[in-house]
Every structure is written in C-alpha cells, then in structure tokens.
C-alpha cells in the first residue's frame, strides 16, 4: 500500500547549476549525490517536508529522448502566502510566467515560472479548505 510520495526526478544539463538553483531559491539541501557509468544522480530535500525529495539526473552519456518515458509537466511547491512569495522571489532573480496568480478550479492561487534547465516550475498558495488540512497534517 502507498505511504506517500516519495520523489520526483528532473533531468538536467548542469549539476552544480540545479543544486545551486534549488539550494539558494528554495532551501533545498543535499542528502546524496553518486554516480553509474552513464548518470550523476543527487538526491535533495527541505526540511520542511524531509520525507519527499527531489532527484536531479544528469546523463553522462546521451541516453536518449525521456518521452517515451513520460513527462513531468510541473512541479509545484507550496507557499504561505501567494503575493509575499512572489516579491521574495522576484527579488532572488526568478521572472513569473505571468504578472500576477492565477485562480486555480478549487480557489487555489498560481503562478509559473522556470527553472534553470526550463523546467516548469510552480508556487500554490491552498485555498482555506485545503490549507486546513495542511495544518492538520502536520
């Protein structure tokens, strides 16, 4: 049975560049890092949520096109409060996808941006409902 989700994996081109971008932006910090012959794979979570982490893999050799494989469209992060992120972060450098959020179906607030590899990025600030069981959870 499923316990929780426990990683998700972007693919990269530059390692130290990924690490640095989620560690400065984010918080993000290292748990591992190793190598097979045909990959660099690090491993890095926020101590805010230690038990999901994020996979960073770097091809040492082409391997390929990752679309038959699947894709990842997203990855979202949660934040506090939409509009106090936003101007944070506008600060560090990151550039929105939009000049402002966007309504989600269920009253979330929104809003994309890159990452350095152009990985699309998001910031979720839940609606009241969801944000209660965030709480509650924790």
């Known amino acids: 049975m499923i316990k929780k989700v426990e990683h998700v994996a972007l693919i990269v081109t530059d390692m130290e560049k990924s690490i640095a971008y989620y560690s400065s932006m984010f918080g993000y ?3 591992t890092r190793g190598q097979s012959p045909t ?3 690090t491993f890095i979570y926020h101590e805010n949520q230690p038990g999901f982490e994020i996979e960073l893999i770097k091809d040492l050799q082409p391997m390929g096109d990752y679309s038959d494989k699947s894709i990842v469209n997203h990855l979202a992060f949660t934040v506090e ?3 106090d992120a936003i101007q944070f ?3 560090k450098g990151i550039q929105f996808n939009s000049d402002k959020p966007n309504t989600a179906v269920d009253g979330a607030k929104t809003i994309f941006f890159y990452g350095p590899d152009r990985e699309l990025l998001q910031f979720v ?3 009241e409902e969801r944000k209660k069981l965030l709480d509650q959870a924790t």
Do not use: A, K, T, V
């Open 29 to 31: 910090q290292l748990r």
């Open 39 to 41: 990959r660099d794979m």
């Open 81 to 83: 409060n939409i509009e």
């Open 89 to 91: 972060y506008r600060e």
């Open 125 to 127: 600030e839940p609606n």
